[in-house]
């Protein structure tokens, strides 16, 4: 993670998730731009989302885990033999949780932020609580940032420290969740 100012705060949030290997192997999986991993974006929506929601008196510790957890698809979605892009729009989400669900005990606040952080793309997955409209919100923040290039100003230029578990070293030795079809 970054040197951000509430680094030590956020980490308490999401400590048990971090250790995860499934949320570690995210860091093998390109995001919207180039050099960003789904790992430094995920990450990034999570700690954004963790202060808007500590300023806004909001559950910060469930925006955290949510905006870690929210594209957690485990799946290369740039890659259209797999799902095709319209699929990854509307469905992504829906693995994610289910995966989520597969390895973590989840909040009714973690669920609801992870099914619904695709909203407006996905109509009929409509907010219900105020966590996941500012993880929602934060995630197309953060997107934009990473296709305009400022992620490096975002995080102050520095690279994450890579504390990638041995037995994920090496993307061919990745075993993802695989999502459900259709």
């Not at 290369?76 to 669900?101: C, G, K, T, V």
């Not at 953060?142 to 041995?166: N, Y």
Request: charged share 20%; proline share 4%.
């Amino acid at each position: 993670m970054w040197n951000f100012q509430y680094k030590s705060e956020y980490e308490a949030c999401v400590a048990d998730l971090e250790r995860s290997g499934a949320v570690q192997s995210m860091r093998f999986l390109p995001q919207h731009a180039e050099g960003v991993s789904t790992y430094d974006h995920a990450s990034l929506v999570a700690y954004t989302s963790f202060r808007v929601c500590s300023v806004l008196g909001l559950d910060a510790r469930a925006a955290a885990r949510g905006g870690l957890l929210h594209d957690l698809f485990l799946y290369n979605w740039q890659d259209h033999s797999i799902h095709s892009f319209l699929d990854h729009m509307e469905n992504h989400p829906r693995y994610a949780l289910e995966n989520a669900e597969a390895l973590f005990a989840l909040t009714d606040t973690e669920r609801d932020i992870i099914a619904t952080h695709m909203w407006p793309a996905t109509p009929t997955k409509f907010y219900h609580r105020w966590e996941s409209l500012v993880v929602s919100c934060m995630d197309k923040v953060c997107a934009v940032a990473e296709l305009l290039r400022l992620f490096p100003l975002i995080t102050r230029g520095k690279k994450q420290a890579r504390h990638v578990p041995a037995a994920l070293e090496a993307p061919a030795r990745l075993t993802f969740l695989q999502p459900k079809a259709g």
